[in-house]
């Protein structure tokens, strides 16, 4: 079965930084597109950023400047470095991944992680 698993959550002080990752494992053919999004008490989860195979990124505007997106295609690996944070950027994030399964012979298709929770808190 296909399975993302994150990693890298927890807690950091305003201004900190914090690298999470997330590595895609199982009967995978090809991973056409990985993301990072949030979700914060009361909201709706969010987009924070993308990365495709070809390595193409897209940021949401509230994190332009602060955060990278990269992955590993070989590894099935994606990371979200993540700079200069907020108390606005607590919530919890989860790992999205756009892909084909060798167990399902599907298209491709949606898959996400459990999620791992990020606290900015002095």
């Known amino acids: 079965q296909v399975q993302l698993v994150e990693s890298g959550g927890g807690l950091v002080q305003p201004g900190g930084s914090l690298r999470l990752s997330c590595a895609a494992s199982g009967s995978i053919f090809s991973i056409n597109i990985m993301a990072w999004y949030r979700q914060a008490p009361g909201k709706q989860r969010e987009l924070v950023a993308l990365?495709?195979?070809?390595?193409?990124?897209t940021y949401a505007d509230s994190v332009k400047g602060r955060c990278a997106i990269s992955g590993d295609n070989a590894k099935k690996t994606v990371h979200l470095q993540m700079n200069s944070m907020k108390p606005e950027d607590t919530a919890v994030y989860y790992c999205n991944a756009f892909l084909r399964s060798l167990a399902t012979d599907a298209g491709d298709t949606a898959y996400w992680g459990k999620g791992t929770l990020v606290t900015v808190s002095s």
């Open positions: 990365i495709t195979r070809g390595g193409s990124t």
